[in-house]
Structure formats: C-alpha cells, structure tokens
T-cell receptor
C-alpha cells in the first residue's frame, strides 16, 4: 500500500501479558517514529529510528517498552508485562528525512488500539 | 521545553457557519507549527504547516491558520464548515533544531451540526 500500515488494529491483553505491535512504514522512508495517544490526549513521542538505528528513546515510559527495527524497514513495539495504564492508541509515523537539519513531513498510520484488562 | 495549549476541548458549530480553533504554544526556541486532523479510527492527517514566510498559511479542505509570534498563537479557521469536518483537531510544534519530535496539544473535537 501507499501509506503507513499498522497491525493489529485492535489488541486486548490481560494485565501481565506481553504484546507486540507492528508498523510497516512507507517504502523508502528512512525515519520511523512511535507515539502513544492516551484517551482524550494528544499523541506523545516514544521513540525514533533512522534506518535500523534507534536514535532517541527518551519517550519510552518504562523499561517494559522496547522497540526495534532490525532491517531498517518494519518496526515492532513490544510491551512486556502490560499494565492498565498502557491502554492507549499507539501510532507509528514515517518520513523520508535525509537531512536532519530540515523538516520532513511525518506520515501517520491508523494506529493500534491497545486495551489492557 | 515546549508546550501546546488547546483550551477548547469541544467546539460545536452549525453547518456552513465559520469556526476558529485556538492554539497557543510556549517555547524558548523557535518552532515550526502544525495542525493535524484525526477522523474516527484513522491516523493523523496534516492540514497545514508554518515553517517560514507568510504568517497566513492555507491548507487542505479550505482551512487556514495564522501564525502570531507576539501572541504565540496559531489559530485554525474555516469560513464555512461541512458535516464532514467533524473530527478531532490537534495543534503541534517541532523545534527548528530538533526537527522530528512533535509536541502535540490535547486536541479539540469539532462537531458540526446540521
């Protein structure tokens, strides 16, 4: 497809379970971003990759959150031992971003809605 | 640090009426400004952005916004709304030196009434 895709679109997990959320960026996009959007809030930055390198993970809320992009394309956000406060929509975005000194538009996927019971 | 304030959590407006969604930001460094729209169960779509130049920027779907540096505002306007404009609208900033990390406001839900 032409846009960013995410799977699954909806995920229900029992507290304590591990979950993995997948993001397929736009083909050729160098940069990939993860955001967390809690109910009634704006998205908040989690982490940023340039190719396979994770350049910024300052927004990850705890060490239970882990993201990877091993081949510089598809990315997975993993949450271990999920808690109720992890319930949110997780958005992925990608951009061409060849020059870090200039703005490159980020294109967002539809998100994965995670509900932790 | 940067922050974005959208004081109106919900704005109801009748179809074909004008609308303004307010956005104020705080930053000690220069920023780029954005408005995104989010339809139910969809991702964010860029409406418009201010990077430099003219302070009045026009976007998709008939929306426009004006950057006011002295008031640190970037209000979104549309002269005549349609039912299809019903959605969540987010204002966001990025610092010109760290051009990848969006700071979003909490959003304004625009509800267009028939």
């Amino acid at each position: 497809g032409a846009g960013v895709s995410q799977s699954p679109r909806y995920k229900v997990a029992k507290r304590g379970q591990d979950v993995a959320l997948r993001c397929d960026p736009i083909s050729g996009h160098v940069s990939l971003f993860w955001y967390q959007q809690a109910l009634g809030q704006g998205p908040e930055f989690l982490t940023y990759f340039q190719n396979e390198a994770q350049l910024d993970k300052s927004g990850l809320p705890s060490d239970r959150f882990f993201a990877e992009r091993p081949e510089g394309s598809v990315s997975t956000l993993k949450i271990q031992r999920t808690q109720q406060e992890d319930s949110a929509v997780y958005l992925c975005a990608s951009s061409l971003r060849r020059d870090p000194r200039s703005y490159n538009e980020q294109f967002f996927g539809p998100g994965t809605r995670l509900t932790v019971l | 640090a940067q922050s974005v304030t959208q004081l109106d959590s919900q704005v109801p407006v009748f179809e074909e009426a004008p609308v303004e969604l307010r956005c104020n930001y705080s930053s000690s460094v220069s920023v780029y400004l954005f408005w995104y729209v989010q339809y139910p169960n969809q991702g964010l779509q860029l409406l418009l952005k201010y990077l430099s130049g003219s302070t009045l920027v026009k976007g998709i779907n008939g929306f426009e916004a004006e950057f006011n540096k002295s008031q640190t505002s970037f209000h979104l306007r549309k002269p005549s709304v349609h039912i299809s404009d019903t959605a969540e609208y987010f204002c966001a900033v990025i610092t010109t030196s760290g051009t990848y990390k969006y700071i979003f406001g909490t959003g304004t839900r625009l509800k267009v009434l028939a």
